[in-house]
Structures are given as structure tokens and as C-alpha cells.
């Protein structure tokens, strides 16, 4: 299952962003997952989704990102508020069960 991301850009701190992950064929049961990477460190966990729609975030993006998933439409989206320069980083998408990630979206915060 290929991941392609979109939705990201340039935005200023306080605004919002979508960011969409499409799989080329079905997501199946597995969990789904949004991680990111920013210049110069580590990739790091932001949300993951399972099937029965439980999901988890990290706290530095809890209250502010939200997690969705739509398997009719092998779908992953990742909604951003309050956007912060913190916040600016590559988003990959994660498909946990077949360990495959996407080549990641850009998102760049900043006034």
C-alpha cells in the first residue's frame, strides 16, 4: 500500500491546516499514524488511529490536532488549529501494520 500526503503549506501562527494521507488500496484494520520530522531532529509520534476509531495524540499537539480516518475512502486526515512556529515539519503518513510511510507533506508556520 503506497501513502501520498498533501494538505501542507505555509501558514501563520494561529492558523489551520488539513492535512490528507491517501492509501492506494485498502488500509485494511491496521492503525493508521501522522509522525513528523523538524530540520535537524528526530521524527516524532504525533496521532494514531485504530480500526474501532481510538485514537492517540501527543501531548504537545493534544486539544490541537485531531486524528480521522475513513476506510471507504482509504483516508487519513490530520486536523491542525492553532498552529504554532513549534509545529513547522516534514508530516509523514504510517500505515502500522505494514510498516510503510509516505514521502511527507511540508508544513511551515511562520508570521
Known amino acids: 500500500v503506497q501513502l501520498v500526503e498533501g494538505g501542507g503549506g505555509l501558514v501563520q501562527p494561529g492558523e489551520s491546516l488539513t492535512l490528507t494521507c491517501i492509501a492506494s488500496g485498502s488500509i485494511g484494520t491496521s492503525d493508521m499514524g501522522w509522525y513528523r520530522q523538524a530540520p535537524g531532529k528526530q521524527r516524532e509520534f504525533v496521532a494514531r488511529?485504530?480500526?474501532?476509531?481510538?485514537?492517540d495524540h501527543s501531548e504537545s499537539v493534544k486539544v490541537r490536532f485531531t486524528i480521522a480516518r475513513n476506510d471507504a475512502q482509504n483516508t487519513i486526515n490530520l486536523n491542525m488549529h492553532s498552529l504554532k512556529p513549534d509545529d513547522r515539519a516534514l508530516y509523514y503518513c504510517?500505515?502500522?501494520?505494514?510498516?510503510?510511510w509516505g514521502e511527507g507533506t511540508q508544513v511551515t508556520v511562520s508570521s
Open positions: 504510517h500505515h502500522a501494520y505494514r510498516d510503510n
Open positions: 488511529i485504530d480500526s474501532n476509531l481510538r485514537a
